[in-house]
């Protein structure tokens, strides 16, 4: 079996937290959508419970996005399973908080690839775990794991050589595809600013997976002239086919925008999802 980063040709849409636009994010929901809206990945956070439960959940504190106060790390499973998520910014309330476990099997389901973000520092008998629970359901080709801590990047590589690493990284900053190529990373972000974009064509051809997260239509829309030259800059380096990962919170949204030859074939419109979220 291959690894899906090898088996598209074409820029992969990655629902960003799931379709978290009006999904709440990091849940089984924000999956489905996902998947209705025509995501081929889905990027998830794994935070780690008091007693040691991979958690599917972003913030550190529990009160922006679930029914819950405090830090996750400060609650057993017991007591974070019954929270439920909450849409950002709002009190509606979703589905119940998911463990690692959870989320896998459904996205399996779904036959949706994961990119999975670690968010805490997870020892190595906790990352061994980690990859049982991929071995178990044969999702090794259907998953990368990212984060910002290199380091912990590097030991996930030296642990299993199988799973492919995904470096958030900051690439004006640097020389993305030796930083790379020295951590065994197989793909890297190229979002700060977005002239970072450039580097796109460099790092397909070292064999290292280009993503960018796409700001959402009200951005582009908010920000004039300015906006749209980002997002022509966006639309540009996916048809000339070197970006390999379009990260977004708008699942139709980045869709179209994948899509799309050019400027006129996207819709600088305010979205309705967006109108909903904010009234």
Known sequence: MSHFL?????TLVCAHRGHSIDGHENSIHALDLA?????EVCEIDIRRSADGVMVVFHDTGLNQTST???AVSDHDWETL???????????QEGASLSRLEEILDHARSLEMNLVIELKDDF??????????????????DAVMISSFDHGLLVRIRELNARIRT?????????????????????????????TSLKAAGALKAAGIAPSHYLNSRNYFTQTGKRGQEELGKVIDVIRTGDLKILFCDDVPWGVEVRNAKDLNDVKLSRSPVLEAVDH
């Open 68 to 70: 819950g106060e405090g």
């Open 35 to 39: 998947a209705k809206y025509g995501a």
């Open 81 to 91: 399973s019954g929270l439920r998520h909450r849409l950002r910014g709002s009190l």
């Open 123 to 140: 020892d190595d008998t906790e990352l061994r775990h980690f990859f049982s629970m991929l071995e178990e359901r044969d999702m090794q």
């Open 166 to 194: 995904f470096g958030i990284v900051h690439a004006h900053l640097i020389d993305p595809v030796a930083l790379a190529r020295n951590a065994g990373f197989s793909g890297v972000t190229l979002d700060f600013p977005i």
């Open 6 to 10: 090898d088996t598209c040709p074409h």
